[in-house]
């Protein structure tokens, strides 16, 4: 094994899967596993598809691509909407996908004409989070116009909440997409077979509602990922936050002052950090850095504090153990670290079955 690596505990992982179903199927809520997280792994995604979710979902069309090619025998959703350039691979790779742009889904309805491959379209609404959506008041123009359209085939609405204003998928929010997709349906004679309500961030809301209203699907990653509700970041009892483990090893230990000396300006990042004046301090140096995985997101299992890393180096503190050179030390991720560690080439991928 090299190093760095990440761990990945493919048992846990499992869990964390049955269990968000154990909640979901009672409720009649599908979802599909969002691997966008890691890369499209084949291996996480085998675990997904063997539980039986809905479908694998990713932004990238690539891992997709990837997935499909690997035998991965699942029905597969492409959640960013398609860019103009990469029509024929979605039509190829992907079943259906999310959009929001009637150009696009007429390039995909065109390709699908052109392939014989019919593509499902969910439309999503923008309920407020101000990244991808159709605005509710220009939904029944789309709907008509999506519905003229050949080769695709309109399967239901949904909305992203959470992700890029953190506006939390409320139950009022959750009603306005359950009444919009109830006009939708009265007013053009239709049955969506999907209303896709959220991603991880709807977790809590999906326990505690007796009003699910219409709404029968979910994009889920993060949860059952790392065991944690997005929308505070607190562990959800009954899951697994320690699927993924983080091990760097350590290149340097030496007993250093706490503060530099000398003229202080700007460090590798253009910051000018500060440093606790704490005397004589048990520093050490792991091989891992900003280009393995996001630094400032992994939190070390054993009792010692991150300073900061650079590109290639982490430089941490104990403040009792002494640590050798050699050692392996262990992190927790989480989502941009995990995010980060996948689309690194230099850190290896250890799945334990
Ligand atoms: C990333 C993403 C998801 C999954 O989000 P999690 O917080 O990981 O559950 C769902 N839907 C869309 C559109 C996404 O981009």
Not at 66 to 95: C, H, T, W
Not at 218 to 247: Q, S, Y
Not at 278 to 299: N, P, W
């Amino acid at each position: 094994m090299t190093n760095p690596r990440i761990e990945i505990d493919l048992n846990k992982l499992s869990k964390n899967v049955q269990t968000v179903k154990n909640l979901f199927d009672p409720k009649g809520i599908q979802f599909s596993a969002v691997t966008k997280a890691v890369s499209g792994s084949i291996e996480i995604a085998n675990v997904f598809h063997d539980l039986g979710v809905h479908s694998l979902a990713d932004s990238r069309i690539i891992n997709i691509q990837k997935m499909r090619q690997a035998g991965l025998n699942s029905q597969y959703l492409l959640i960013r909407s398609p860019m103009l350039s990469e029509i024929e691979k979605v039509v190829e790779f992907a079943d259906f996908s999310l959009n929001t742009e009637l150009s696009v889904i007429d390039a995909l309805s065109k390709q699908a004409l052109k392939t014989g491959k019919a593509h499902k379209i969910i439309l999503i609404i923008d309920l407020g989070d101000l990244r991808e959506g159709i605005l509710p008041n220009e939904i029944e123009w789309m709907v008509d116009k999506v519905l003229h359209l050949q080769g695709v085939r309109l399967v239901g609405i949904g909305t992203n909440l959470a992700c890029f204003a953190g506006v939390a998928p409320t139950q009022e929010k959750m009603s306005e997409l359950s009444l919009l997709a109830k006009d939708i349906q009265d007013k053009f004679d239709l049955q969506f077979e999907l209303i896709s309500g959220g991603n991880s961030a709807n977790y809590q809301w999906i326990k505690k509602t007796n009003d699910l209203g219409g709404i029968n699907h979910m994009r889920i990653g993060e949860t059952i990922l790392l065991g944690r509700d997005t929308l505070t970041r607190k562990p959800i009892p009954g899951l697994h936050t320690d699927v993924f483990t983080l091990i760097a090893e350590v290149i340097e230990s030496k007993t250093k002052p706490s503060q530099p000396s000398g003229e202080i300006a700007q460090n590798a990042f253009g910051k000018t950090p500060s440093f606790d004046k704490l005397g004589d301090v048990h520093r050490a140096l792991l091989a891992i850095g900003e280009q393995d995985v996001d630094t400032k997101s992994i939190m070390p299992r054993s009792k010692i504090n991150i300073l900061g890393g650079t590109s290639d180096h982490l430089v941490i503190h104990s403040e009792k153990i002494k640590i050798k050179v050699g050692e392996e030390l262990k992190f927790d991720l989480n989502y941009s670290a995990l995010l980060r560690a996948f689309t690194s080439p230099y850190v290896q991928k250890v799945f334990l079955k």
